[in-house]
């Protein structure tokens, strides 16, 4: 069956599917929102979420794929389902919604590669260093650089889309992953000795009062993080060798994933609590900006950091381009499976159509007014870029994800899903709790956060 279409080797399914999972969520959107949040509690939830929620719906969605060895949609019409491919529909819909802004900050990093070798080849001088400030502010507001790296962004991710990701990523994601995570780890020993290193680590462990909002968000990124919810990972299940196991590899992808985003947290936190309140107040030392306002500065006073600057902007870019591929793949397979068309006009117009409603991200963060202003939720975001990341990663991945979890909970044929678990892997020993879970907990647990958001909007203890 399905000859044709490939799979990947063993590690290969790993790394492409750690690499989806592994990008600007982890490195760039989960300490900012954590520290948003206030740490603490928000941290908790997040990890529950991935324990209880995450990992038994990464197992769904890669059986559902290996099963099927379809793409989402057709993946449910195969199964013989078809009002459920609703569910693939959804993820379509969210893949094109995430790329557009995703690849918005993207292209910042890889602005910031070019800055850095700029700076590494001439001289890093100390005003350099303290207007990195205003430079990144002066950035967002230039409607021109704004979306001309983003385009740049989307050319990257439509070449390999168009060339088939087998080879070349797969390839280059066994050398450049652990390179990203060996510089990850000089940066928290580094972080060790920072003076905020304490009270970051204060911050992030102490219980304190949550909203609902903030739980809502907690839960909704750590499917963002994990790639769940949109059927990236059922795409991938799809690709994956049968004689891998199921429960292992998704283990694995969930513990990397978790691994990634703490540490990247306790470096960025780190740095937040090194500098004095009223500076930490201040609009350039807010964590959603300080990878590219504070964190050239510590580098560039590290041994050797002109050498590791711009390497870890360009293995951020990396871990950028191996998720934002997964979501145009997602994009682009169901143009080949529905519409017949061949990989190269599925892949330029998806590309096309997402720069388009990127341009409006692009241009939401202080290049164009009344985008900046958009605020069609009250005051729940800001601008098209906040409020396209607040549907996708608060809604409409955690309503993907309770529906993929029914689904392979309640509906799809019992000796199939089992047999997809067993495969490659034997008799797995949580198999009724992992359906319990998928058939009560999950669904439970993420309706009711979202309906406390919608009805109560309350603070919890
Ligand atoms: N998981 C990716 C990240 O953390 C983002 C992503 C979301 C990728 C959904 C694919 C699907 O950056």
Redesign the pocket.
């Known amino acids: 069956m399905s000859k044709d279409r490939g799979s990947f080797s063993h590690i290969g399914f790993i790394l492409a599917a750690a690499g989806?999972?592994?990008?600007?969520?982890?490195?760039?959107?989960?300490p900012y929102i954590a520290y948003e949040n206030n740490g603490g509690s928000f941290v908790l939830i997040y990890l529950l979420t991935i324990l209880i929620v995450g990992f038994p719906i990464m197992m769904a969605e890669i059986v559902i794929g290996r099963a099927t060895q379809k793409s989402p949609v057709s993946a449910f019409l195969k199964l013989g389902h078809p009002a459920w491919s609703g569910i693939g529909w959804l993820g379509i819909g969210?893949?094109f919604v995430?790329l557009s802004y995703?690849s918005v900050v993207a292209g910042w990093t890889v602005h910031y590669f070019l800055k850095c070798m700029q700076w590494s080849f001439t001289e890093f001088t100390p005003e350099i260093a303290n207007n990195l400030g205003p430079y990144f502010g002066n950035f967002l507001q230039n409607g021109p650089m704004q979306v001309g790296f983003h385009l740049l962004f989307i050319i990257f991710s439509m070449s390999v889309v168009i060339f088939g990701i087998n080879k070349g990523i797969e390839r280059l994601a066994r050398i450049l992953m652990p390179v990203l995570f060996l510089i990850l780890v000089g940066l928290l020993v580094n972080s060790f000795f920072t003076p905020g290193f304490k009270p970051a680590m204060q911050f992030l462990f102490r219980m304190n009062k949550i909203t609902a909002d903030g739980i809502l968000e907690a839960a909704g990124h750590a499917?963002?993080?994990?790639?769940?919810?949109?059927g990236?990972?059922i795409t991938y299940g799809s690709y994956m060798n049968k004689k891998e196991s199921i429960p292992k590899a998704a283990g694995l992808v969930c513990i990397m994933?978790t691994l990634i985003?703490l540490v990247a947290c306790f470096i960025m936190c780190s740095i937040i609590f090194s500098v004095s309140e009223a500076e930490r107040a201040s609009e350039f030392s807010q964590s959603m900006v300080i990878m590219f306002t504070t964190l050239p500065k510590m580098f560039y006073n590290l041994p050797a950091g002109q050498i590791f600057a711009p390497l870890f902007f360009l293995l951020v870019s990396f871990?950028?381009l191996t998720?934002?591929i997964?979501?145009l793949e997602?994009v682009v397979a169901f143009f080949i499976d529905h519409l017949k068309w061949d990989r190269i006009k599925s892949t330029l117009l998806a590309g096309l159509l997402i720069f388009g409603t990127g341009v409006l991200a692009a241009l939401s963060l202080g290049a164009n007014g009344p985008l900046s202003k958009l605020n069609p939720f009250g005051g729940r975001s800001e601008g098209v870029f906040d409020t396209l990341d607040y549907l996708?990663?608060n809604w409409f991945?955690p309503v993907g994800g309770i529906f993929i979890s029914l689904f392979v909970g309640w509906i799809m044929d019992k000796k199939l899903k089992k047999m997809e678990m067993e495969t490659g892997h034997g008799p797995v020993k949580y198999y009724k709790f992992w359906i319990f879970l998928l058939r009560f907990i999950c669904p439970a647990a993420v309706g009711w956060i979202i309906y406390a958001v919608i009805f109560m909007g309350k603070t919890f203890n």
């Open positions: 989806s999972a592994i990008g600007l969520g982890n490195l760039w959107k989960f969210t893949g995430i995703y499917f963002f993080s994990l790639s769940l919810g949109m990236a990972i994933d985003a871990a950028a998720s934002t997964s979501l997602v996708a990663s991945l």
